[in-house]
Structures are given as structure tokens and as C-alpha cells.
């Protein structure tokens, strides 16, 4: 698959089938993570992979949506591996784990499998129930395998506005 045809036709999933995820595209999705470039090359990134039925169940829907996949990555940063910018002050963590968790998303799609980026979850919540390291900010969820037979990308899904309404160029 092109890289422009994986972005184009790329959606959120939110309804998966019982397949299991082949641990070798699974070893691809989490090398593209390690793979992905990070602020100063700190790699400061920590993928937590969520598969067992046991800890799936740990989730509870009052504190996180994961759409019942068979896999969730937990996408963290080491505090002490997020690079803060000299100018603004900002610490740029949180864009570190976009970019891993971006790179992991689109590796998925290529493989065949969907994923959902996750905004809606409680951070302390999860470290709480997986007894994640305090050192370490949980930034996105990524559930992961394969869509449903029904699964269609939402009404919106195409909709974007034009180039010109996105660039400038100066």
C-alpha cells in the first residue's frame, strides 16, 4: 500500500472482531514505536501492550473507551526523557507520543488492522489499575486488531476542508 493510500483511507475504528493479532504484525506495529522519532532522540517513549483477557478486563468504560479490542497500547513517557524546549519552556513529551503513537497507528493500517486514537480516558486511572511506574506520563491509548465485518469509518470520516483553508504560505 502507498503511503498517501494508507493516510486516505485510514479510519477510527470502534468495532472489532474476535481475530487474534498476529504476533508478528504486532512485532512490526511496536518496532515502528520504537522506530519513531522523538525530540533530541531521547526515545523516552513506553508502550505498554494490554492483551491478556485478565488485564483487557481491568478497563472500566466509566474511566476509558477501548471499543473491546483484543489488544490496547498504553503510550507513556519517561519523565526524565521528555525534552523541554529552551525557547518556550514547553516540555514536548506529549508530541513525542504522538508521533509513536501516529507511526504505530498508520504501521496498523498498512498491516490490515484498526485502531482508534483514544482521547477519552482518566491518565491516573490507568496507571493506577496497571501499576505503571510514577516516573512516567500516560499520554494515549491505541486500541488495536481487526476490524469488524460491519465496522465503517463515520459520517465525517472524508470531510476535509480544502488545502487553501490549511496553508499559508508566507
Known amino acids: 500500500?502507498?503511503?498517501?493510500?494508507?493516510?486516505?483511507?485510514?479510519?477510527?475504528?470502534?468495532?472489532?472482531?474476535?481475530?487474534?493479532?498476529?504476533?508478528?504484525?504486532l512485532q512490526k506495529i511496536l518496532e515502528?514505536?520504537?522506530?519513531?522519532?522523538?525530540?533530541?532522540?531521547?526515545?523516552?517513549?513506553?508502550v505498554y501492550v494490554v492483551k491478556s483477557p485478565e488485564a483487557r478486563k481491568k478497563f472500566d468504560r466509566e474511566w476509558c473507551m477501548h471499543f473491546?479490542?483484543?489488544?490496547?497500547?498504553?503510550?507513556?513517557?519517561?519523565?526524565?526523557?521528555?525534552?523541554?524546549?529552551h525557547f518556550s519552556g514547553k516540555n514536548r513529551g506529549e508530541t513525542d507520543a504522538a508521533i509513536v503513537t501516529d507511526e504505530m497507528m498508520l504501521q496498523a493500517h498498512a498491516l490490515g488492522l484498526g485502531t482508534c486514537w483514544v482521547g477519552w480516558f482518566d491518565p491516573?486511572?490507568?496507571?493506577?489499575?496497571?501499576?505503571?511506574?510514577?516516573?512516567?506520563?500516560?499520554?494515549?491509548?491505541?486500541p488495536l486488531g481487526y476490524p469488524a465485518d460491519d465496522c465503517k469509518p463515520g459520517p465525517m470520516h472524508s470531510s476535509r476542508k480544502p488545502l487553501d483553508e490549511t496553508v499559508t504560505f508566507l
Open 1 to 25: 500500500m502507498q503511503f498517501e493510500d494508507v493516510i486516505k483511507s485510514r479510519y477510527s475504528v470502534r468495532k472489532y472482531s474476535d481475530r487474534p493479532v498476529e504476533d508478528e504484525k
Open 32 to 46: 515502528t514505536g520504537r522506530l519513531a522519532p522523538t525530540a533530541k532522540n531521547m526515545q523516552g517513549q513506553h
Open 68 to 85: 473491546d479490542a483484543p489488544i490496547v497500547l498504553i503510550i507513556a513517557m519517561r519523565h526524565d526523557l521528555e525534552w523541554v524546549s
Open 124 to 142: 491516573a486511572k490507568v496507571k493506577e489499575t496497571f501499576n505503571l511506574p510514577e516516573d512516567e506520563t500516560v499520554y494515549n491509548l491505541l
